[in-house]
């Protein structure tokens, strides 16, 4: 697995299997109301795991893009009338606001926990959109890559990427892909401009 190709091959086929059997071995595909607590809890922890790496992998592919510098765009004047556009479409951001404190009057009251099975809608859509995020992966890769470039533009800070904790709880193909990852970001971070 030395060539860069082969790991991504093999990184995708693990993870897409491994995101797979999550939803199948508990029969998410066939859509359930309600599914145990214990099950919930269980297949939330995996999917947040595998989200990690799926992450990672995108990144990883973001940052071996070479993408061609962005064409300067044509400013536009406040007070000039603007001309109603038959095709109007909504522009949705890739990088969310920075994220602040919760004010404590849009705090909710405390929730005692109920008993018995809980809905399994939630947790079917986490699954169904790291089915979306696997299938269209070279997109997401490809809007990343525009990110990072503007980060390095700006003189961002390199990112820091730890090691995932109890990778030992992970099947072998995943701790192995996991593993691999972490060493090829790390490789790969160090082409980022010192910002110091």
């Not at 992450?55 to 940052?63: C, D, H």
């Not at 018995?116 to 986490?126: D, E, F, S």
Request: a positive charge; hydrophobic letters at 45%.
């Amino acid at each position: 697995m030395t060539d860069r190709t082969d790991f991504f091959s093999q990184a995708w086929y693990t993870l897409a299997r491994a995101i797979a059997e999550a939803g199948v071995n508990v029969d998410l595909f066939k859509t359930p109301e309600t599914i145990s607590k214990s099950v919930n809890r269980k297949v939330r922890a995996e999917l947040k795991r595998l989200a990690v790496l799926l992450r990672r992998l995108i990144f990883l592919m973001a940052l071996q893009m070479e993408l061609a510098p962005l064409t300067p765009r044509i400013g536009s004047n406040y007070y000039e009338t603007k001309k109603e556009d038959a095709d109007y479409r909504y522009v949705f951001t890739m990088v969310p606001a920075p994220s602040r404190p919760c004010p404590h009057f849009l705090k909710g009251p405390v929730i005692v926990p109920t008993r018995g099975p809980v809905a399994a809608a939630p947790l079917i859509a986490r699954w169904n959109a790291m089915l979306d995020t696997l299938k269209h992966h070279k997109r997401r890769a490809r809007r990343l890559a525009r990110t990072i470039q503007r980060w390095q533009a700006a003189g961002e800070a390199r990112p820091h990427v730890p090691p995932i904790p109890n990778t030992h709880r992970m099947p072998a193909a995943l701790a192995l892909v996991s593993g691999g990852l972490t060493v090829q970001l790390i490789e790969a971070l160090k082409r980022w401009p010192d910002s110091s």
